[in-house]
Each structure stands twice: as C-alpha cells, then as structure tokens.
C-alpha cells in the first residue's frame, strides 16, 4: 500500500488540520464516541420533552389545547433552529466547532430548566387543589426551553453528518459501513428515549420535576463530555463558504443570461480543469439535463470575467449550478414528509392525552404514566433497526440487486404507508373507548376501565415506519446533497420534522375553532370522553393517504446526483 492509500480522498483533515490518515481517525473507532454523545444527548432531550405535556398543563396551570399547541410549537422550534447551526456548520465553523459551542449553550438551558422546578420563586406553587404559575414563572420556563431549541439547532443538523464524514465515501470498504452507521445511529437515540420514557418520566411523575429535570441535565454534560473525548480520532470537512452565496449566484447569472441558449454539447459549459472541484471540501457534480434554465449560468460569454477572472455573479461552474439543481430536486420529497412529522409528533401529544384517560395500572400497585407508553415506540425502533440491518437489506437485496436492499426513496415509501395504519389503529381504539364511555355512562370519568396498554400497537407502528423513513431521510439527504452542503441538507430534513410540529398545531386549532361552534364542546375538550379525538386521527390518515400517492409520484421523477473527481 503506497503512502497515499493512508489518507482519505475526500479531503477530510484531522483536529489538527492535516489530512486525515486512515489508519488512525475516523471509521468505528471515532463513531463509538459519537453514537455515545448523541445517546445522552437523546436521553437529556426526550427525558425533558416526552413528559412536557403534563408538566406545562398541570404545573403550568395549561389546558389540554394550550399545552398540547405550546409542546407542538416548541418541537417544531427545535427542528427549525437547525438551520442555523447548519449554515454556520457549511460555511465558516465546520461540524465539529459548531457541535461543540452549541452543545455548551444546550446544557446551560438544561440547567436552568432545572432551576425553573427546584428554586423556590421559580417553580410554580402547588397544593391538593392544583398548581398556580405566575407570567414571570412560565417566562423563565420557556426562556429555559428555548435555549435549549437553540442549544439543539446546532446539533441536530451535523452529529448525523459529523459521524457519516468518518467514513471515506471513495474507499468502498467505508462506503458499504457508512449505510450501517445512519441504522445505528438511530438505535444510539432511541436507547436514550427508552431510558427516558421509562425511567425519568416515572421519576417526574412520582419523585419530582427537579430530579425529572436535573438527571437529563446531567445527561446532556455527560454528552458534552464524550464528544470532546474523541477529538484527536475525528475526521473534519473543512467548511466550504457561504452555500447560501453559490445558490444565489447561479440564480442570478442564470437570470442575467435569459436570453442566451444552452449548447447542445454540454461539455461547452464553464467548468475548472483541474480535477479537484474549486468549492471547499467539496467534489465536482456531473451534468444533468433536468432544470436546464439553470445551465445559462456556465454558458461563457466575453462578458463574464473581470481582469482575467471569471465574475462569479455572471459565470458559476457546473459543479455549482449542480448544487443548486441537487438542492431543488429534494424539496418535493422534503415536503412529502411534513404530514409524516404530523402523525410522528402526536406520540407527544394527543397519545399521551387519550392515554390519561386510560387505566394506566400495571398490577394493584403500580401506575404506568401515559407519556411513558412512547416507550413502545422506542423498542420498536430498536427492535426493527438491527433487523433492517442484518436482515431485511440481505433479503431485499436477491430481489432488487440494490447494495442497501432498498433505494432511499422506496424505504422511505414504505414508512409512509405504515404511518398510515398507525393513525387508522389509533382511530379505532378511540371508537372503542368512546363506546364504553356511551354504554356506561361514564362522560365524568376521570379513568375509563381500558386498559392503557391497548395504546401499544399505535406506538409500535409508527416505530417500524420510523426506520423506514426517518432513517431512510437521514441517509438520503446525507447521500444526495452536494458535499460542502451536507449540514444545511440535514438540516432541510429536520424541519420536515418542525413543519410537522407546525401543520399538527394548525390543524389542532382549525378543528377545535370549528367543532366548537354553538356551545359545542369539539373533537378535542378538555374532557375528552366528551369530544370525538377519533375524527382528528382519521382527518391524519386520509392526509397521509393523499400524501403517500404524491409521494409516489414525485419518486418516479427524482433523478439521482452524480459526483467526479476527488475534494481538495
């Protein structure tokens, strides 16, 4: 093996900066410590979050809607923020620096979270009768919480990406593990959600909010710790520029040149003739003859260069144009994945809420809290991860010939199929409830006598769907962004995830503006043996019905990118 087989082609460096040497960075050796931060990350972010619900309705003095809608606005903040951690990501800190500053800023708000339940003036007061929180209380709170989706915003978009950049994409033997990591680094999360739907949900809802809190805070600086531990292992892409800068300039050398006509022969296009691609970090795309407009913009004319230099304002490379062509292709299948986020986050909500209705106890002694039936959707996950893994690719992979089994796009169909028969299990458990409450008359019942644990089969559906399309998601947006934009595409996949936040709390407020009309009491009342939470499920599963065929067309026209050469 000569000298150059033992550095990466893909132009990663070490801490260091020089170029990353195989033999001691990178691979498992680094991953280890980054699936053990992003498994206490998890534990410290789900171990706050899965109960909140409760914690903002019953501690914060909420209602049913008012919490439901505030924990839907506060996830979807999480999953929006990330587009600022990935941008600073892309162009100017690099994964690694913006993992480490914003994880600082995470556990500051874990910490103070902490604070807003321990210290007398900040936690609400409470008695038999229930709590009353005053405005600067439920301020400090959500000042606390919105640090933390700040904190989040700069992790969520590059630990995926951070942890797939250890493995060399020209090296086929690191190519091949790279498909296993996104399947472990999903178990790796789902670990820590275990722990905490189990767990520290019990602990809030017996011991307290203060050690419900305090545990993940100390979760998030054990975090902290572990990601440091590896630095002198990691493998680092050097940020590339402003993505946002090369978009917008593509745009409008395209426009400048409306008029100008694309050569037939598209090897006439402007592009650099070294091999290494002149964007950082980044290697060069090959043509494509979808979006042609776009192509205007590598079309040369006398007019394009200032002193011998091309104006990047009027002249852009095909790699560049590339990008932004890349960028535009994964929007469609970005949005076809809002209404799966919007039937995925109602594990925190309107689950958790039928299921307080429920008999939630496990023999004559011992209540399970509602919230902590998520549970179920996280064995699921762990459960159908490593058989995805080592089972279902080796099956899929004698009928179709695909090296994953499965194209992205068609695992991440199959999740949204199954996403379907979620809602539709969850609707028909809710007509069965309802039934008792109208045979018995128990409308003012605070339990109904059903036991909670008919709640599994939704939970443990929408895990199943999780590994095929949130994992699926992970590694498509990984694998289709152009290189110097891997973050901000990660990032573009986790706002599906905000956006679902979103359409749930818009819906969730449309539909109770709606049915409670004339003294009506709604699909969604504070009483929900009352109201009608069944319709609210079947509206999610005919829009996730609508959506899988969108989705399936949208598929058939995708065109995957195709890269040359090596980074510089």
Same mark, same amino acid.
């Given at each position: 093996? $000569?000298?150059?087989?033992?550095?990466?082609?893909? @132009?990663?460096?070490?801490?260091?900066?020089?170029?990353?040497?195989?033999?001691?960075?990178?691979?498992?050796?680094?991953?280890?410590?980054?699936?053990?931060?992003?498994?206490?990350?998890?534990?410290?972010?789900?171990?706050?979050?899965?109960?909140?619900?409760?914690?903002?309705?019953?501690?914060?003095?909420?209602?049913?809607?008012?919490?439901?809608?505030?924990?839907?606005?506060?996830?979807?903040?999480?999953?929006?923020?990330?587009?600022?951690?990935?941008?600073?990501?892309?162009?100017?800190?690099?994964?690694?620096?913006?993992?480490?500053?914003?994880?600082?800023?995470?556990?500051?708000?874990?910490?103070? /979270?902490?604070?807003?339940?321990?210290?007398?003036?900040?936690?609400?007061?409470?008695?038999?009768?229930?709590?009353?929180?005053?405005? %600067?209380?439920?301020?400090?709170?959500?000042?606390?919480?919105?640090?933390?989706?700040?904190?989040?915003?700069?992790?969520?978009?590059?630990?995926?990406?951070?942890?797939?950049?250890?493995?060399?994409? =020209?090296?086929?033997?690191?190519?091949?593990?790279?498909? %296993?990591?996104?399947?472990?680094?999903?178990?790796?999360?789902?670990?820590?959600?275990?722990?905490?739907?189990?767990?520290?949900?019990?602990?809030?809802?017996?011991?307290?909010?203060?050690?419900?809190? $305090?545990?993940?805070?100390?979760?998030?600086?054990? +975090? !902290?710790?572990?990601?440091?531990?590896?630095?002198?292992?990691?493998?680092?892409?050097?940020?590339?520029? %402003?993505?946002? =800068?090369?978009?917008?300039?593509?745009?409008?050398?395209?426009?400048?040149?409306?008029?100008?006509?694309?050569?037939?022969?598209?090897?006439?296009?402007?592009?650099?003739?070294?091999?290494?691609?002149?964007?950082?970090? %980044?290697?060069?795309?090959?043509?494509?003859?979808?979006?042609?407009?776009?192509?205007?913009?590598?079309?040369?004319?006398?007019?394009?260069?200032?002193?011998? /230099?091309?104006?990047?304002?009027?002249?852009?490379?095909?790699?560049?144009?590339?990008?932004?062509?890349?960028?535009?292709?994964?929007?469609?299948?970005?949005?076809?994945?809002?209404?799966?986020?919007? !039937?995925?986050?109602?594990?925190?909500?309107?689950?958790?809420?039928?299921?307080?209705?429920?008999?939630?106890?496990? @023999?004559?002694?011992?209540?399970?809290?509602?919230?902590?039936?998520?549970?179920?959707?996280? !064995?699921?996950?762990?459960?159908?991860?490593?058989?995805?893994?080592?089972?279902?690719?080796?099956?899929?992979?004698?009928?179709?010939?695909?090296?994953?089994?499965?194209?992205?796009?068609?695992?991440?169909?199959?999740?949204? $199929?199954?996403?379907?028969?979620?809602?539709?299990?969850?609707?028909?458990?809710?007509?069965?409830?309802?039934?008792?409450?109208?045979?018995?008359?128990?409308?003012?019942?605070?339990?109904?006598?059903?036991?909670?644990?008919?709640?599994?089969?939704?939970?443990?559906?929408?895990?199943?769907?999780?590994?095929?399309?949130?994992?699926?998601?992970?590694?498509?947006?990984?694998?289709?962004?152009?290189?110097?934009?891997?973050?901000?595409?990660?990032?573009?996949?986790?706002?599906?995830?905000?956006?679902?936040?979103? /359409?749930?709390?818009?819906?969730?407020?449309?539909?109770?503006?709606?049915?409670?009309?004339?003294?009506?009491?709604?699909?969604?009342?504070?009483?929900?043996?009352?109201?009608?939470?069944?319709?609210?499920?079947?509206?999610?599963?005919?829009?996730?019905?609508?959506?899988?065929?969108?989705?399936?067309?949208? +598929?058939?026209?995708?065109?995957?990118?195709?890269? =040359?050469?090596? +980074?510089?």
């Amino acid at each position: 093996m $000569g000298e150059d087989d033992d550095y990466t082609n893909d @132009g990663t460096v070490d801490i260091h900066k020089n170029p990353a040497n195989k033999k001691k960075t990178g691979n498992w050796r680094a991953c280890r410590f980054i699936l053990g931060n992003e498994c206490c990350e998890r534990l410290a972010y789900y171990g706050m979050s899965t109960n909140l619900v409760n914690y903002l309705g019953k501690h914060l003095s909420m209602g049913n809607v008012a919490a439901s809608t505030t924990v839907s606005n506060w996830s979807g903040t999480c999953y929006a923020t990330p587009l600022i951690g990935a941008f600073l990501a892309d162009a100017y800190l690099g994964r690694y620096w913006t993992i480490a500053i914003f994880s600082v800023i995470y556990a500051l708000g874990m910490t103070f /979270l902490t604070l807003t339940a321990s210290i007398k003036g900040l936690k609400p007061q409470c008695d038999k009768s229930g709590c009353q929180a005053t405005s %600067s209380q439920r301020a400090a709170c959500f000042v606390a919480l919105y640090m933390i989706a700040l904190g989040t915003g700069g992790i969520k978009p590059c630990v995926s990406s951070f942890g797939a950049d250890q493995f060399d994409e =020209t090296d086929e033997t690191e190519r091949k593990k790279k498909s %296993s990591f996104f399947n472990w680094f999903y178990l790796s999360i789902n670990i820590g959600a275990l722990i905490a739907s189990t767990v520290l949900v019990w602990i809030q809802m017996t011991v307290g909010w203060n050690w419900g809190f $305090g545990i993940p805070a100390v979760a998030m600086a054990i +975090a !902290v710790v572990f990601f440091f531990l590896g630095s002198k292992l990691y493998r680092l892409q050097k940020p590339g520029g %402003s993505p946002l =800068t090369r978009i917008i300039q593509v745009i409008v050398a395209s426009i400048r040149k409306y008029n100008v006509k694309v050569p037939a022969d598209k090897s006439l296009l402007y592009e650099t003739p070294d091999e290494e691609c002149n964007i950082q970090g %980044s290697r060069k795309l090959e043509h494509t003859d979808k979006l042609r407009f776009f192509d205007k913009a590598a079309v040369e004319s006398e007019t394009d260069h200032d002193k011998d /230099l091309p104006n990047p304002w009027r002249l852009c490379t095909v790699t560049q144009v590339e990008e932004l062509k890349s960028i535009i292709r994964l929007l469609p299948i970005w949005a076809s994945g809002i209404v799966f986020a919007a !039937v995925y986050s109602q594990m925190s909500t309107m689950f958790v809420l039928q299921g307080n209705t429920m008999d939630q106890h496990m @023999g004559p002694n011992f209540k399970i809290p509602s919230a902590s039936l998520s549970l179920f959707d996280t !064995v699921s996950v762990i459960f159908w991860a490593p058989i995805y893994d080592q089972v279902i690719v080796k099956l899929a992979r004698r009928f179709t010939g695909q090296e994953r089994g499965f194209t992205h796009l068609q695992r991440m169909g199959i999740g949204l $199929g199954l996403s379907i028969f979620s809602m539709v299990v969850a609707g028909i458990l809710e007509v069965a409830r309802l039934g008792i409450v109208r045979k018995n008359n128990y409308y003012d019942l605070e339990y109904i006598p059903m036991s909670i644990f008919w709640q599994v089969p939704q939970y443990f559906i929408i895990g199943c769907a999780e590994v095929f399309t949130f994992i699926g998601q992970l590694e498509f947006f990984y694998d289709q962004a152009p290189d110097a934009m891997r973050s901000l595409c990660s990032a573009l996949s986790l706002t599906t995830v905000a956006l679902g936040n979103y /359409l749930s709390t818009l819906l969730v407020t449309v539909v109770t503006k709606v049915t409670t009309r004339n003294g009506h009491p709604g699909w969604i009342p504070n009483n929900l043996n009352r109201g009608h939470l069944d319709y609210f499920y079947w509206l999610l599963a005919a829009l996730s019905i609508i959506n899988f065929f969108v989705y399936l067309w949208i +598929a058939k026209w995708y065109t995957y990118k195709k890269v =040359t050469g090596r +980074a510089n």
